[in-house]
């Protein structure tokens, strides 16, 4: 399986942007995955910022984010979404999106075995 992440820029503190990630993959069954958004910080660990269950209704999000960031998904496109608005400089960072088989949603990266490449996003001040 193969996910790109794209939609990542420089956008000032009050911004929006849209970011999206796109699977490909004979074997792989988009549906059939819980899928997620993690990012990275410099000098930070990996982060759990939004996930979605399988069928597009059930979401969950990290505190700082609860508000500003809307998760969706287009099973029949493969491919999830999120929306960021009101971005703060403390949002900088390598955003990464991520597929898990779990039944749930979980937070942590240890859950997820398909990773994207990360699409970089910086909220200047």
Known sequence: ???QASGGGLVQAGGFLKLSCSASGR??????HVMAWFRQAPG??????????RDGITTLYTGSVKGRFTVSRDNAKSSMYLLMDNLKPEDSAVYYCAAATTPDIFSRPRYYTSWGQGT???VSS
């Open 44 to 53: 930070k660990e990996t982060e759990f910022v939004s996930g979605i269950a």
């Open 120 to 122: 970089l996003v910086t």
């Open 1 to 3: 399986v193969q996910l």
């Open 27 to 32: 074997t792989f069954s988009f549906e059939s």
